[in-house]
């Protein structure tokens, strides 16, 4: 087993490594495969593998999987939760901390942007969400719609809107702290990231049949029975909406375990809104992230960190 060089103190190398890419292309199994080579500990940075029970529909790694590897940040909450990325944050750190203690290397490995924006740049120093104004917020969501508050962000700040992706906790967080001081999150400046990073991705050619077949191969091994067990702990309809029901797929995946759709178009229906899924997220990868390296450079890289 490779012996860790840490250049700054006994437990603090100069950066740690990332590594991101669209969803389906091959992060985990590159993941396992450089923890073979190293003494790597991973850490999940997906917004829905954090779910217990979510395990088909997120591709989460298996339990051999786990145990081969020390995995950190899967199964910590509860479908009913709505966990949110300062939690996520605190939670990684706490994880990073203790990894470098054992003198092992922490692997962030996941595509959730919001989740690698905290932790590489910091949080953002807005005002603390009050419980009456948020409560009011979630009724007007639930009579307006998701697609009226998104098109009040819109109208003062478009890239503020592209930026939501459409997740309702994100827009009702931003149209809370707009209305408490004139000013989206992001103008407040960030919390200083308590480490330093580098970012690894993967460009497979091949993205969207990859995409395809894991969606195939994830409705034929269950995905529709977990989804009707996600709708028995909390309801796909209330509002807001459920942070665990806005993972890809599970609608569809309900349907078809409700026998209001086959399982042949909820294929169709999901791969599609994966691939869409998976550009927005290369698009997020290219311009938010800086400067990232192609992941075939990491091994190199791990050998002498």
Do not use: C
Not at 84 to 98: F, N, Q, Y
Not at 123 to 129: D, E
């Amino acid at each position: 087993m490779n012996t860790i060089k840490h250049t700054q103190s006994q437990h603090t190398p100069t950066a740690l490594p990332i590594l991101t890419a669209p969803t389906a292309s091959g992060k985990s199994a590159l993941a396992l495969a450089l923890a073979r080579q190293y003494p790597l500990e991973i850490i999940s940075a997906d917004a829905f593998t954090i779910y217990q029970g979510l395990d088909i529909g997120t591709a989460k790694p298996t339990l051999a999987e786990r145990q081969a590897v020390a995995h950190h940040l899967l199964d910590i909450a509860h479908v009913s939760e709505n966990y949110d990325v300062a939690r996520w944050l605190r939670a990684a750190e706490h994880s990073i901390a203790a990894i470098l203690e054992r003198r092992h290397i922490p692997l962030i490995v996941g595509g959730t942007g919001f989740y690698l924006q905290a932790l590489i740049r910091g949080l953002p120093l807005a005002p603390p969400s009050e419980p009456s104004k948020r409560a009011e917020l979630e009724a007007e969501l639930a009579t307006r719609g998701l697609d009226a508050l998104l098109a009040d962000i819109a109208a003062h700040d478009p890239r503020e809107a592209a930026r939501m992706a459409r997740n309702p906790q994100r827009i009702l967080r931003a149209t809370e702290v707009f209305r408490a001081s004139g000013q989206y999150p992001g103008a407040f400046g960030y919390a200083t990231p308590r480490y330093r990073y580098r970012v690894f991705t993967l460009h497979p050619v091949d993205l969207s049949h990859r995409i395809a077949m894991r969606v195939g191969e994830m409705l034929n091994t269950g995905w529709p029975d977990e989804a009707a067990w996600l709708a028995q702990q909390v309801s796909p309809q209330a509002q807001p909406r459920p942070t665990a029901w806005q993972a890809l797929g599970y609608p569809e995946a309900l349907a078809v375990a409700q026998g209001a759709l086959d399982q042949a178009e909820a294929a169709a229906q999901i791969t599609l809104k994966t691939r869409q899924y998976a550009k927005r997220q290369q698009t997020w990868i290219r311009t938010q992230l800086g400067n990232v390296e192609d992941a075939q450079e990491l091994s190199t890289w791990l050998e002498g960190w």
